[in-house]
């Protein structure tokens, strides 16, 4: 069963940090891409960062470029955002997501709440 398990999260301080997990299960996960994507009241789903499944190249939407870090660890099968020097517009649902065009593979975390506010 795949499953793809997030944690972290949760109320901080403008430019504060955080980290976001996202513990993987139930396929091959050094053969998935990994993302982590956003959603904010009443705005569409954006992917914020990613990360290859053989090279570990990395991109990021041009908004968190600097200030957010996206890593894997294919021995633990999970994938981090750090994120760090937090603004109030990043506040938003994120989720992780895992994909794998060869098998299919199109799975999602629960998501998990990061609000930036004062």
């Known amino acids: 069963q795949v499953q793809l398990v997030q944690s972290g999260g949760g109320l901080v301080q403008p430019g504060g940090s955080l980290r976001l997990s996202c513990a993987a299960s139930?396929?091959?996960?050094?053969?998935?891409?990994m993302s982590w994507y956003r959603q904010a009241p009443g705005k569409e789903r954006e992917l914020v960062a990613g990360i290859s499944s053989t090279t570990g190249r990395t991109n990021y939407v041009d908004s968190v470029k600097g200030r957010f870090t996206i890593s894997r660890d294919n021995f633990k099968n999970t994938v981090y955002l750090q994120m760090n020097s937090l603004k109030p517009e990043d506040t938003a649902v994120y989720y992780c997501?895992?994909?794998?065009?060869?098998?299919?593979?199109?799975?999602w975390g629960q998501g998990t709440l990061v609000t930036v506010s004062s």
């Open positions: 997501n895992a994909k794998n065009y060869a098998t299919a593979l199109d799975a």
């Open positions: 139930g396929f091959t996960f050094t053969r998935a891409a």
